[in-house]
Structures are given as C-alpha cells and as structure tokens.
C-alpha cells in the first residue's frame, strides 16, 4: 500500500494531472528541452526532456484522435448570413527514419511536408475558428475548411466568401463543399504582382509604370475587369517569346481565366476583405512558431498530433479537453511503459 500515491492520486513514475497540463501547456509554444527549464523556474523542480516529450505528445495525440468528425451540410439556418474563409498551406520540416535500420538514427530522409492551415468566421468578426493537418491531401483540407465554415456560423441561408492566392485545389473545393452558396475572390495583392510584372515591360520608366499599375488597380476595384486585360493585350509578347520572358502574356493569361474570381467591387461595397493576409498570418503563429524552428525535425504524426493541440487552444477547447480527463477516473495517462524485466 502506498498512502500518498493513493491520496495525490498519481502513479509511480507518472506525473499528476495538473503537472501534465502544465508540462502539455509549455511544450505547445516551447520546445522539449525549454520547457523543462520553465518547470525548474515556475515550480522548482526538474523534469527529464524524454518525460516531457512523452506527456506533450501524448495528449497531442488524444486532442487530435478526438477531433470533430465532418458535419453534414446544414438545414437550419446560420447564425450569420456571411461567412469569411481562407485556407492555404506552408512548408514545415519532417523527417522519415529508414524502415531497414537498426539505428533509428542512421538512414534518416529529409524533407518538407505542407501543412494546410483553415479558417472562418463571421464578417467583422476577430475570432476565427481554426483547423488544419498535414496527411489527407485536398479533400482532408476541405472537410477542415467546411468544418470551421460550420462552426462559424455557416448555415442553409449562408453565404462563404473565400480568398485565397488562386490555387486551383482551393477553388474546387469551395465549390465542391459549398456549391452556389461559396464564391472565390483572388488574393488582390497576389493579382497585383502579376500586373507589377508585367508593368515593368509596358511602362519602363518607373513613374510611368506606377502610375499605369495604379490604373489597373482602380479599375479592377470599380468593376472595370475587362479594362484590364485590353491594357494588356496590344503589350503581349510575341509567341515565340518564352513565357519566363513574357510577364505581359502571363498577366493577361491568368486574369483572362479568372474574371468570374475578379469581383473586386462587389466585396467592398460589402465589407468583405479582398485579402488573404489573415490566412498567411495564421501560418506563422499557428504552425511555423511551433513546427518551423531552426534545426527542428518532426515524425509526420508527431507534427500532425502538435497541430491539433495549438489548434486546440486557439479555438478555446483547451478547457473542454481537461474536464474531460478530470471525469476519467485513471490517474494518470501517460504513464511510462515497464519493461517485463521490471514488472518481473
């Protein structure tokens, strides 16, 4: 019998539950070995990297296994009319060891990995809902990206409006998960490197190339988006011109196949933002604070499970996932495991 193991509620070897929700709470901003550091600060004790990585990843692991499964597209109504959506992805670093060694640390391969980043929210509103991960591909990203449109607000009577750099998987999946109740709005900034390219043949003078850009920039706001490919077309290169050497020709091919993703006037006159710096801002502090450190390397599933925990916190489910645990009755969760030697 051991009295104060049985009152504290903890297991030998283990780590009470308010110290892995500390231990949890560190290593979501702070590397493995940092966080040991801030143990030895906060609470004065110290606490071995590998104890520390074990617990971090472990509830990782459990927020992201307890993730929302796919909502139905909704009958009821909204709770609000628009809803603002971006999503779009950003390299992080992982590494895979080789299936053939001994040595885990022999053989290992390099290499970056996307993670697509999601998020919505009500037009005017600073609280966006937040999803992302690395494996399932396109159609995994759309189901997140339907999934903080429905936790958003987005409804039978709802509208989504979208703005992203023009890729071609994040359009097909506005429309594939949204149909007649999602438009697609280009990146205006990202519309305007291509018309700043292509100045720079029409106009070489500076002055006067800034001035011809700001033309094109006004008219695309106004509603003006056939003005725009006509400045274009009697500057277009000659075919046999390769189109590494044509901005003129790529500037006008691109905007020529988005027109319908153009409507620069209309989401203004809204409120709605012609931007998608909300969603490349996400990426920093979302993945890359945590993910993207110098001389950092992830398992996939262990960048994966991380995600989920940052995500986690920010859409303010923290709390939830701990009065969960609080009504399980095992004291501990991420105990270590004994070997049969132990045991024995």
Known sequence: MRPFVLGAKVSPRGCSRPLQRAITDFAADDPFARVALKLREHYGFEIGESTIQRIALGHARAIFASGRCSPEFPKALGRHTQIVAQTDGGMIPVVEPAADQKDKRKGKTLSWREAKISLAHAKGSRSPVYGGGIEGGVAEAGRRLFDCA????????????????????????????????????????????????????????????????????????????????????????????????????????????????????????????????????????????????????????????MLALRINRLNGEWEDYWAALAANPAANLNRPRVSSEADA
Do not use: M, N
């Open 150 to 305: 429905v936790r958003a607000g987005f409804g039978a009577d709802s509208h989504v409006h979208a703005v992203g750099d023009g890729a071609p998987w994040i359009v097909g999946q506005i429309e594939e998960r949204f149909g007649a109740q999602g438009s697609y709005l280009i990146d205006f900034y990202h519309v305007c490197e291509y018309l700043s390219a292509a100045a720079k043949t029409i106009a070489p003078d500076a002055a006067a190339g800034k001035a011809w850009l700001e033309a094109q920039k006004d008219a695309l706001k106004t509603g003006r988006v056939d003005a725009v490919p006509g400045a274009l077309e009697p500057h277009r290169e000659a075919p046999e011109v390769s189109d590494d050497q044509a901005p003129v020709r790529i500037c006008r091919r691109y905007l020529g196949a988005r027109k319908d993703q153009l409507k620069y006037r209309e989401a203004l006159a809204e409120g709605l933002p012609i931007g998608s710096g909300e969603i490349e801002s996400a990426h920093r502090y979302v993945a890359q604070k945590r993910l993207k450190l110098p001389g950092a390397w992830w398992l996939v599933e262990h960048a994966e499970h």
